[in-house]
């Protein structure tokens, strides 16, 4: 971040149809209705996982249709950027295969333009940090088959009080069009106490003016609750203030994002803030946990660490492809928390619907010691009596053929364990 601030018959199907998001018109087309019923599958199944908020798309971009995944800048690095970091950056993601696994937005966060605009009104890049210009550095990035992403502000300054895109939508925005940029992270700052519901929807239009296809990311802090309202407005809006590199602050935008699960869906995402996986303020089982239940929330996965200089534990979370698949489900519904229990509800299930008739799992201890959580069968909407069969996506491996009623497992203080579950009695499905 660049703020400085402190789911009538016996059951319901979930059936996600997205109609053709193109330039000319993009109106996402959700009827949450039943298609056949799923044996196996509790009445419950529609109430634990809703997703009748998800509304109406009207960006224009055919963008968002999974979560975005990429890198941002601003976690490791704040101001300290340059080109030639960005363009390190874009070959690490190359050389170590994270390209190749879905990482394909490199995004320039704050501190990369001039602290004021050119006679012409226009914004500069900062000739000390970026002296070949945005233009250059995009074509870089998309000679590597990577997209480049840059920030601006829904106010008269960023939030490092560099220029800010209040009243210049229209300028920045073709200004960022002709230098080939792909993505816009657009915060918060400086505002002159307009409401976001006034300052955000100009710079979609602005966007969507220019021809070029950029996708558009809300980062208003969670502050006006843009789950709300945002769903006409951009491919992604941020619920929550600033990450930082702590297990407190992990979990309580964990827990503030999953208010807005029924609101998420293909075209725009909650999104509880980057990933800080790697950064060295938690340990390998938090981070395992943070990982897992971004993924599980439909989160944006944009790593926030020095993908140059990354631990051999960091580059395994965050290249398994099997969480990722999770998390780029083309069902789109967003997982949630279904149960917890034990002192101040640590020992926690979280859970969501996915396609080819499965369920992700989470069993998620927040405890401060080992403990044993388990996940009933109508805690996830399933009937006691389904049998299922279940895939850690850590150990990658089948843990169990035809478990019914419940599942447990011995989970280590902060991890958390993630599976898929597959109900053996079901019908052909139309999804």
Known sequence: MAENRNFPAQVLLF?????????????????????NERPGFGSSFSRIFDASKYGIFQLDNGLAETPQMGW?????????????????????????????????????????????????????????????????????????????????????????????????????AELFA????????????????????????????????????????????????????AGQV?????????????????????DLNDKW????GPGGWNDPDMLEVGNGGMTY?????????????????LIGCDVRNMTAETMELLSNT???AVNQDSLGVQGRKVHSSGTDGCKQVWAGPLSGHNLVVALWNRCSKAATITANWEAIGLESSTSVSIRDLWKHEQVADDAVS????????????????????VSRWDI
Not at 191 to 212: F, H, Q, V, W
Not at 285 to 301: D, N, T, V
């Open 261 to 264: 699960a029924a609101y998420a």
């Open 15 to 35: 059936s996600v149809l997205i109609s053709a998001l193109t330039a000319a018109s993009a109106k996402r087309v959700v009827p949450l209705s039943p298609r």
């Open 72 to 172: 941002n800048s601003w976690n490791f690095f704040a101001c300290n950027i340059n080109e030639t970091v960005i363009k390190e950056t874009a070959d690490a993601l190359i050389s170590t295969g994270l390209a190749a696994v879905g990482y394909v937005y490199v995004n320039i966060d704050d501190c990369w333009s001039a602290t004021t605009r050119n006679s012409e009104g226009q914004l500069v890049p900062d000739p000390k940090t970026f002296p070949s210009g945005i233009k250059a550095l995009a074509d870089y990035v998309h000679d590597k088959g990577l997209k480049l992403g840059i920030y601006s502000d829904a106010g008269i300054f960023t939030c490092q009080v560099r220029p800010g895109s209040l009243y210049h939508e229209n300028d920045d």
């Open 285 to 301: 089982q938090e981070y395992r946990a943070h990982f897992s239940i971004w993924a599980l929330m439909k989160a944006p996965l």
């Open 322 to 324: 099997e969480v990722i």
């Open 406 to 425: 419940s599942f447990s497992s011995q989970v280590d203080a902060h991890d958390c364990h993630m599976y898929i579950f597959t109900p053996h009695a």
């Open 178 to 229: 002709s230098w080939g940029v792909d993505y816009l992270k657009y915060d918060n700052c400086y505002n002159l106490g307009i409401k976001p519901e006034e300052r955000y929807p100009p710079m979609r239009d602005a966007l969507n003016a220019t021809g070029r296809t950029i996708f558009y990311s809300l980062c208003e802090w969670g502050v006006d609750d843009p789950a709300l309202w």
């Open 234 to 254: 951009g491919n992604s809006w941020r619920t929550t203030d600033d990450i930082n590199d702590s297990w407190v602050s992990m979990t309580t935008i964990a």
